[in-house]
T-cell receptor
């Protein structure tokens, strides 16, 4: 069990550029979550996958954000035409799909800075 | 929409003492899950303790226990025998099963806890 990994750990981009982040969940976990966390705040829910299906998406999520989880394994989060307000830590978490297993295991996050 | 409120932005406690962190939430649901997560400085978030809403008994995990008051929509965390390693941000979180079959988790703004030697 190597834990949840995220790549890259840091990303600096210029406003207007597209960025893509990757999350590798714990191998047997079929649930995957993406969050955004700004300094001094709690994580803000972005989207949820169960296997490859994206079942929940925050209404706050701009159309510039898209996420995928092909084959129900790793997931990617893409932000198009980045804005300075997108600067944040992007967290991925996974959990096991069995009954009663709702604990989320978090990755180290990808820190995005938009200049 | 569900909300989670942590009214204490910062707290401090002396090593070996007991501290209680507050959390209230707002929901019209009857079945849901509540969590406390810990985020140490520059480290990954980890689960401290969880509580299923249908369980009346308060959850405990070693030095950590909760006071779950469903009617009052309150979910406080008590840390006994505080240790220096307990210094971290603590987040209260609410999760429920959505009609889509998915889950959505709402986090509070967090309480920064300092344990002093």
């Amino acid at each position: 069990d190597t834990g949840v990994s995220q790549d890259p750990r840091h990303k600096i981009t210029k406003r207007g550029q597209n960025v893509t982040f990757r999350c590798d969940p714990i191998s047997e976990h079929n649930r995957l979550y993406w969050y955004r966390q700004t300094l001094g705040q709690g994580p803000e829910f972005l989207t949820y996958f169960q296997n490859e299906a994206q079942l929940e998406k925050s209404r706050l999520l701009s159309d510039r954000f898209s996420a995928e989880r092909p084959k129900g394994s790793f997931s990617t989060l893409e932000i198009q035409r980045t804005e300075q307000g997108d600067s944040a830590m992007y967290l991925c978490a996974s959990s096991l799909g069995s009954q009663g297993s709702y604990e989320q295991y978090f990755g180290p996050g990808t820190r995005l800075t938009v200049t | 929409a569900q909300t989670v409120t942590q009214s204490q932005p910062e707290m401090s406690v002396q090593e070996a003492e007991t501290v209680t962190l507050s959390c209230t939430y707002d929901t019209s649901e009857n079945n849901y899950y509540l969590f406390w997560y810990k985020q140490p400085p520059s480290r990954q978030m980890i689960l401290v303790i969880r509580q299923e809403a249908y369980k009346q008994q308060n959850a405990t995990e070693n030095r950590f226990s909760v006071n779950f008051q469903k009617a009052a929509k309150s979910f406080s965390l008590k840390i006994s025998d505080s240790q220096l390693g307990d210094t971290a941000m603590y987040f209260c979180a609410f999760m429920k099963h959505e009609n889509t079959g998915g889950f959505k988790t709402i986090f509070g703004a967090g309480t920064r806890l300092f344990v002093k030697a």
